[in-house]
């Protein structure tokens, strides 16, 4: 579990971060950027969003959502190695091919797209 800290909560901010349209995808997954920061003791806020069309089944959906939320801790870990601390928030949605992908292949997607992102 992210700390509370990192968790982008705001209706607004979700709708503020899809509406900038800065966006970097694969197979498995969408990542949305929100704003550059301008102050950088501010904490990037994080979120996790996989949708109904991706799977019908709720247990399904929280599993995908562990899977990115723990990529999304290791890399927090690392000393913010993907310079993620420079954006305000960001979304990370899952598409339906990540229903049948593991931890491995989920974390590999995650890194790629927010290596080439910089």
């Not at 509370?4 to 209706?11: A, D, N, V």
Request: charged content about 25%.
């Amino acid at each position: 579990m992210l700390q509370k800290k990192f968790r982008l909560k705001k209706y607004s901010a979700f709708i503020a971060t899809y509406k900038l349209n800065n966006i970097v995808s694969d197979d498995y997954i969408n990542i949305y950027f929100g704003k550059e920061k301008t102050q950088s003791d501010i904490p990037t806020k994080i979120a996790f969003v996989v949708s109904k069309k991706v799977h019908k089944r709720a247990v399904v959906r929280n599993h995908i959502k562990r899977l990115m939320r723990e990529s999304f801790r290791r890399i927090l870990k690392e000393n913010n190695i993907y310079n993620i601390n420079k954006y305000i928030s960001i979304i990370c949605s899952a598409k339906i091919l990540s229903v049948n992908a593991d931890f491995v292949v989920i974390d590999n997607s995650i890194k790629t797209l927010l290596a080439n992102k910089q």
